[in-house]
């Protein structure tokens, strides 16, 4: 028999055993089709776990932001397309971006996109800690996600694509988020990863080596495509096999640089 808890504040859940209730879009699905494996849910009304401040060196979203409330503010435009890719309405109303940090596979489309914005996952307690370095070894993770913080994006310099069979809301076969830093056409520096093309989100490093010093056209970006899926592990399963996402995922990414539809 599953249970729920209310905590009012972050301090009180710390040191406390169960899953957190965030907006319940996956977590619920566990209770009603695995009910043996969450026996305690901990519902947090933190008002601080759904806070958005905007401040001009760093933006931080709080755990229990959702996807809706990312959309909605104009100052997060570019995370936008990125927030809106999680299901309908009724899903982003409730996913939370914390929530999103642990999605499994095939999910996690805004995780990827805070993966290429090189974004830092707080900790309950003050620790910080590199997406990347927590998407890695989330499956061990113990403790409580409250915020995650990242640079603006320069206006221009972040792009989002998912790729999916069931259009607008369907699960994703892939998605791919690009954060650019330009000089005139030319990529100064550059940050991409990649959804679902392994069991977390994934950043294509070869393929970030390869734009670096390029231009933002076909001949320069021929060499990153060639790359684009080393080091990633795209996995056989019902939407796509192996094969398949490796050979489109040069042909996305190509469209995503170029901004094409």
Same mark, same amino acid.
């Given at each position: 028999m599953t249970t729920v808890r209310t905590l009012a504040t972050v301090a009180e859940a710390v040191s406390e055993r169960g899953h957190v209730l965030g907006g319940g879009t996956l977590l619920m699905r566990e209770v009603n089709y695995r009910?043996? @494996?969450?026996?305690?849910?901990?519902?947090?009304?933190d008002a601080s776990l759904k806070e958005i401040r905007i401040e001009m060196s760093r933006i931080t979203l709080g755990a229990g932001v959702?996807?809706?409330?990312?959309?909605?503010?104009?100052e997060l435009a570019?995370?936008?397309?990125?927030?809106?890719?999680?299901?309908?309405?009724?899903?982003r109303n409730m996913a939370t971006v914390g929530g999103n940090l642990f999605a499994p596979?095939?999910?996690? &489309?805004?995780?990827?996109?805070?993966?290429?914005? &090189?974004?830092?996952?707080? !900790?309950?307690?003050g620790r910080e800690e590199e997406i990347e370095s927590f998407l890695a070894g989330r499956d061990r993770?113990?403790?409580?996600?409250t915020a995650v913080s990242f640079v603006p994006p320069a206006r221009g310099g972040f792009r989002f694509r998912k790729v999916s069979r069931t259009k607008p809301k369907g699960v994703s076969l892939m998605?791919?988020?690009?954060?650019? @830093?330009?000089?005139?056409?030319?990529?100064?520096?550059?940050?991409?990863?990649?959804?679902?093309?392994?069991?977390?989100?994934l950043r294509a490093k070869a393929a970030e080596t390869a734009l670096e010093g390029k231009t933002l056209d076909e001949a320069g970006i021929a060499r990153a495509l060639t790359v684009a899926t080393d080091g990633l592990a795209p996995p056989d &399963?019902?939407?796509?096999?192996? !094969?398949?996402?490796d050979r489109v995922a040069p042909v996305h990414l190509s469209r995503l640089l170029l901004e094409r539809s």
């Open positions: 009910p043996e @494996t969450v026996t305690e849910i901990l519902r947090i009304t959702t996807m809706a409330a990312v959309a909605a503010r104009a570019a995370l936008a397309p990125s927030a809106r890719s999680v299901g309908g309405p009724a899903i596979h095939p999910y996690g &489309d805004f995780a990827a996109a805070l993966l290429a914005l &090189d974004a830092r996952v707080h !900790w309950a307690g993770a113990s403790g409580l996600v998605s791919i988020a690009a954060n650019l @830093t330009l000089s005139g056409s030319r990529v100064e520096r550059a940050r991409i990863a990649f959804g679902a093309m392994g069991p977390t989100p &399963d019902a939407l796509a096999s192996s !094969w398949y996402r």
